[in-house]
């Protein structure tokens, strides 16, 4: 496969680039096959026959460290194309299709200073990004995920990619952004620890979700792809 001709298809923007879904075509399909080969054994992050895809559908049952293992990987193999951030969503929450009945990760995770979910791997985070202490929640973008022994199968490290976020707004219970149309969810309640940062089924974007693996057929894993770049060069 000529991974670098690869055109993804979707929703052009003004800026040249396309919004779309990872399909279970020829690069979906590497995408798949080097997941499995990476998370052989671990539940609920390996693709198995209850998950089964079929060829040119969307990829479906997106989580947490799927999503973390497809963006790296996208990025080391396409230089073009990767997972959508929490940001790119707001911006483009109009050509993002069928958002009322799919549900889609980001490439992001989002950790608070109150001790709670996932403490075992908020540290990691935190020793991967140098910080001590939280004054504020951050967002943090672009983790890379490998296999573990750990009770989650996983574990995050670090890569060239990986950018940091304060965003104080996280404490709010409820935020409007972007185009007036993208809400984003939280509650006191699950303002701790580590949390998923996904965009909800036609509800807006959610930041208080602590369980890293749930997966459902609606999931989908929705990237972007640089066209303007891949015309200069």
């Known amino acids: 496969m000529n991974i ?48 089964m895809l079929e060829k040119g559908n969307p990829i479906s049952y997106s989580n947490t460290p799927r999503a973390l293992f497809f963006n790296q990987i996208l990025r080391e193999i396409t230089q073009d194309i990767h997972v959508l951030s929490l940001e790119e969503v707001i911006k ?22 109150k001790k709670g979910f996932n403490e075992f791997l908020k540290k990691q985070v935190l020793d991967i990004i140098n910080r001590r202490t939280l004054k504020v929640p951050l967002i943090v973008k672009n983790l890379s995920v490998k296999k573990s022994n750990n009770n989650y199968g996983f574990e995050f490290t670090g890569n060239d990619f990986v950018t940091v976020t304060e965003n104080p707004n996280l404490t709010k219970c409820e935020i409007i952004s972007g185009n007036g149309a993208a809400a984003l969810w939280t509650s006191p309640s699950g303002q701790s620890g580590l949390n998923r940062l996904y965009r909800c089924r036609g509800l807006g974007l959610n930041v208080v979700d602590d369980y890293l693996f749930y997966s459902n057929d609606n999931g989908r894993v929705q990237v972007t792809q640089d066209l303007e770049h891949r015309t200069k060069e």
């Not at 109009?94 to 200073?113: G, L, M, Q, R």
């Open 92 to 113: 483009y929450w109009n050509k993002i299709e069928n958002k009322e009945s799919n549900y889609a990760d980001t490439n992001s995770i989002v950790i608070y200073p």
């Open 4 to 51: 670098q001709g690869y055109q993804l298809q979707g929703n052009r923007t003004d800026n040249g680039s396309v919004i779309g879904n990872l399909v279970y075509d020829d690069l979906g399909e590497l995408l798949i096959r080097k997941l499995n080969e990476e998370f052989i054994g671990v539940k609920n992050i390996k693709y198995d026959k209850s998950t």
